[in-house]
């Protein structure tokens, strides 16, 4: 038997720059040490979750191609956000002005995004993923957690297109406006960004393949079926740490309009943290041979802004850079990371 490999993205908006340039270093390595060119990320994990940008990743690298083979690679993918971030996040003195800055209306308009996703996936469906996925957004009409799950996607009712799914975990209050979308049966959904309760979804990744015969979905005889910890190695790939200091003076008197923006960033890093701490509670109870199966990469930001929104070309490049820096600083894990996925 061989260990379910699960891959976790966070949340972050264009700090999507840095998971997506530390996966093209691992499948740079990948495609050295196996002398094939055309090795894919996705071919290398068996189930792939994510949160807001982390889901719009982790999408692109399970999308088909016309053959039925991985579309894309984690260097396709990191371009999306190198090449199209500073016209997503663009907005018009127009907007600017109507919106007060995403006071009273969303800060971007959601056209351009919206573009980006419909040209990479198309008219993909959650069905033809070519791994299993979970993908997070909230539900504000029925007040809950939705989960897109590649699992359930057998199911019209379930099914959803890929660029719909990408748009709704993306959905980030303020930023862009509730993404209202319908899955192939028609069933209506009014959704925002996963993030404001799993912006780290490794903990939901954990508990959705404890639920899976992986074995029959991958048609796979080494894999188990509802793995536990033991039977799990999990690569979580986070978004940043810089954290703004927020003084008790500057806040004491502070109305909801000024917590707003304060709010968003506390509630996404606390939950990262939190999921953190609880993956390595889990697996401290294991065997000393098992506990290093869980692998959190968490970049520091150093040259870049912290802003989920800030995607001028000097940024773009300040972020890539730290994306680079954070290889660095993890090669010794990242390398390790490589030698368990061959």
Request: proline content about 4%; overall charge negative; aromatic content about 10%.
């Given at each position: 038997?061989?260990?379910?490999?699960?891959?976790?993205?966070?949340g972050?908006?264009?700090r999507?720059?840095?998971?997506?340039?530390?996966l093209?270093?691992?499948e740079?390595?990948?495609?050295?040490?196996?002398?094939n060119p055309?090795?894919?990320?996705?071919?290398?994990?068996?189930?792939?979750?994510?949160?807001?940008t982390?889901?719009?990743?982790?999408?692109?690298?399970?999308?088909p191609?016309?053959?039925?083979?991985?579309?894309?690679g984690?260097?396709e993918?990191?371009?999306?956000y190198?090449?199209?971030g500073?016209?997503?996040?663009d907005?018009?003195?127009?907007?600017?002005?109507?919106s007060?800055?995403?006071?009273?209306?969303e800060?971007y308009?959601?056209?351009e995004?919206?573009?980006?996703?419909s040209?990479f996936?198309?008219?993909?469906t959650?069905?033809?993923?070519?791994?299993p996925?979970?993908?997070?957004?909230y539900?504000?009409?029925?007040?809950?957690?939705?989960?897109?799950?590649?699992?359930?996607?057998?199911?019209?009712?379930?099914?959803?297109?890929?660029?719909?799914?990408?748009?709704?975990?993306s959905?980030?209050p303020?930023?862009?406006?509730?993404?209202?979308i319908?899955?192939?049966?028609?069933?209506?959904?009014?959704l925002?960004?996963?993030?404001?309760?799993?912006?780290?979804?490794?903990?939901?990744?954990?508990?959705?393949?404890?639920?899976?015969?992986?074995?029959?979905?991958?048609?796979?005889?080494?894999?188990p079926d509802?793995?536990?910890?033991?039977?799990?190695?999990?690569?979580?790939?986070?978004?940043?740490?810089?954290?703004?200091?927020y003084?008790?003076?500057?806040?004491k008197?502070?109305?909801?309009?000024k917590?707003?923006?304060?709010?968003?960033d506390?509630?996404?890093s606390?939950n990262?943290e939190?999921?953190?701490?609880q993956l390595k509670q889990?697996?401290?109870?294991?065997?000393?041979?098992?506990?290093?199966?869980y692998h959190r990469i968490?970049?520091?930001i150093?040259?870049?802004s912290?802003?989920?929104?800030?995607a001028?070309?000097?940024n773009?490049?300040?972020?890539?850079?730290?994306g680079?820096s954070?290889?660095?600083?993890?090669?010794e894990?990242?390398?390790?990371i490589?030698?368990?996925l061959l």
């Amino acid at each position: 038997m061989r260990k379910v490999r699960i891959l976790s993205i966070d949340g972050g908006g264009i700090r999507g720059i840095l998971p997506g340039t530390i996966l093209t270093y691992i499948e740079e390595q990948l495609r050295n040490k196996t002398g094939n060119p055309d090795a894919k990320i996705g071919e290398y994990f068996d189930f792939i979750a994510g949160t807001s940008t982390g889901g719009i990743l982790s999408l692109v690298y399970l999308c088909p191609d016309e053959q039925g083979n991985f579309k894309y690679g984690a260097k396709e993918a990191l371009d999306i956000y190198l090449d199209q971030g500073d016209e997503i996040f663009d907005v018009s003195l127009g907007k600017k002005l109507r919106s007060l800055g995403g006071i009273s209306d969303e800060k971007y308009d959601e056209k351009e995004l919206e573009e980006a996703l419909s040209d990479f996936l198309e008219e993909r469906t959650l069905k033809d993923v070519l791994k299993p996925c979970l993908i997070t957004s909230y539900d504000i009409r029925n007040r809950k957690a939705h989960f897109f799950t590649s699992a359930d996607a057998n199911s019209d009712i379930f099914n959803y297109k890929l660029k719909d799914v990408a748009r709704a975990t993306s959905a980030a209050p303020t930023y862009f406006e509730p993404a209202k979308i319908k899955s192939i049966y028609g069933t209506p959904h009014f959704l925002i960004d996963g993030g404001v309760f799993a912006n780290n979804p490794a903990l939901c990744a954990y508990a959705e393949a404890r639920t899976m015969k992986f074995s029959k979905i991958l048609n796979d005889e080494k894999l188990p079926d509802n793995p536990g910890a033991k039977d799990m190695l999990i690569v979580s790939i986070g978004t940043g740490t810089v954290k703004e200091a927020y003084t008790y003076k500057e806040f004491k008197d502070a109305g909801a309009i000024k917590w707003i923006k304060p709010l968003i960033d506390i509630m996404m890093s606390g939950n990262s943290e939190t999921v953190d701490y609880q993956l390595k509670q889990i697996y401290e109870t294991l065997a000393v041979a098992d506990c290093e199966d869980y692998h959190r990469i968490q970049p520091k930001i150093s040259l870049a802004s912290s802003e989920m929104d800030k995607a001028d070309i000097d940024n773009l490049k300040a972020l890539y850079q730290d994306g680079l820096s954070a290889v660095r600083d993890y090669k010794e894990e990242l390398d390790i990371i490589i030698d368990k996925l061959l």
